[in-house]
């Protein structure tokens, strides 16, 4: 692994930059809390699944990217009612009811509805198939999501400067076995933190280059706290222990002792207050990307039917 910290000297404090530390947090969820909420539990009504139908119908031949206009109201409402529960609800919702539609309309109808949900995001293209590709991600600097290997909790993106605001999908097929989805609340887990290692969850770290949009040799500016707190955002959490751990390998400068303590005991509560489901065929899963953090258990592919998810990255606005 080829390190990149000149000559081995010590590097800047201000590569380290510590922030203040958020004092009033909203309240995240336990499990039972989010089992006994309904909002985040969809079904698609059948007239806004007619109407999906029917916006997918009028724009074949139209390129995905092309599919995020005004639709109709019952879609706009649908979209409004997710939009609500991942920013002002939960931060998670899931919706059901378009079992045993065939791929190429499943994937249309997603695209079209996540598009009035979010401004998408096109880092990995507009529809990104979270599969495995048979490789490893720890001896490749690829996304877990292109393994079968459990992802660890964890918020999308990797990139200093590409922060989606929610990430989406859909299942066209499960896997033969495995791969359950995992979610945790990071505002919980924040509220459990004990103040002497949540100081040193909010201090930059490096992470591994990985997503598309910056060089190896951007390592260095590519750096954010794991906690940060604003009057704007209010708390956010961009996590993903591995890339981070990976990065600092690269540059020469190796988490201390009360930094590792501090992600063992995040990673602790993230897996203490975990929610787990199955997502079925026609499925599709909205998470806010700030406030919780998602994972995904190991899974088994039958050879004839692999396991098939396709993501979108969405923007607020």
């Not at 139209?62 to 002002?88: K, N, S």
């Not at 590709?133 to 600097?141: E, F, R, V, W």
Request: proline letters at 8%.
């Amino acid at each position: 692994m080829s390190v990149y910290s000149p000559f081995h000297l010590p590097l800047p404090q201000t590569l380290r930059r510590s922030y203040p530390v958020a004092t009033q947090v909203e309240p995240g969820f336990t499990p039972r809390q989010l089992w006994a909420r309904s909002g985040w539990r969809l079904e698609i009504p059948w007239p806004t699944l007619k109407a999906l139908l029917e916006a997918v119908k009028n724009t074949q031949g139209m390129p995905v990217e092309a599919l995020g206009g005004p639709q109709a109201p019952c879609i706009e409402a649908l979209a409004q009612q997710v939009r609500a529960e991942l920013y002002t609800g939960s931060g998670v919702a899931w919706l059901r009811g378009m079992e045993g539609l065939p791929e190429p309309i499943l994937r249309r109808a997603y695209a079209i509805l996540s598009s009035r949900v979010g401004t998408p995001i096109d880092t990995y293209g507009r529809l990104y198939d979270v599969k495995d590709t048979g490789q490893n991600h720890l001896n490749q600097a690829i996304p877990v999501s292109q393994t079968r290997a459990e992802t660890s909790f964890h918020t999308d993106s990797s990139n200093v400067s590409v922060e989606p605001a929610a990430v989406a999908l859909l299942c066209v097929r499960p896997a033969k076995q495995g791969g359950s989805s995992l979610i945790s609340s990071a505002l919980l887990a924040h509220q459990q933190l004990p103040p002497e290692m949540l100081r040193f969850l909010y201090r930059d770290y490096v992470r591994n280059i990985v997503t598309p949009g910056l060089n190896s040799s951007d390592i260095f500016k590519n750096r954010f706290p794991i906690f940060r707190w604003s009057p704007e955002n209010g708390l956010t959490l961009r996590y993903m222990r591995y890339w981070i751990e990976k990065g600092h390998e690269r540059i020469g400068w190796p988490l201390n002792a009360q930094e590792v303590a501090a992600m063992d005991q995040l990673d602790t509560l993230l897996a203490n207050n975990q929610v787990s489901f199955d997502l079925s065929a026609g499925d599709m899963l909205w998470v806010n990307n700030r406030t919780v953090v998602h994972n995904r258990t190991a899974f088994e592919d039958d050879p004839a039917r692999p396991r098939l998810l396709v993501r979108m990255w969405l923007g607020r606005e």
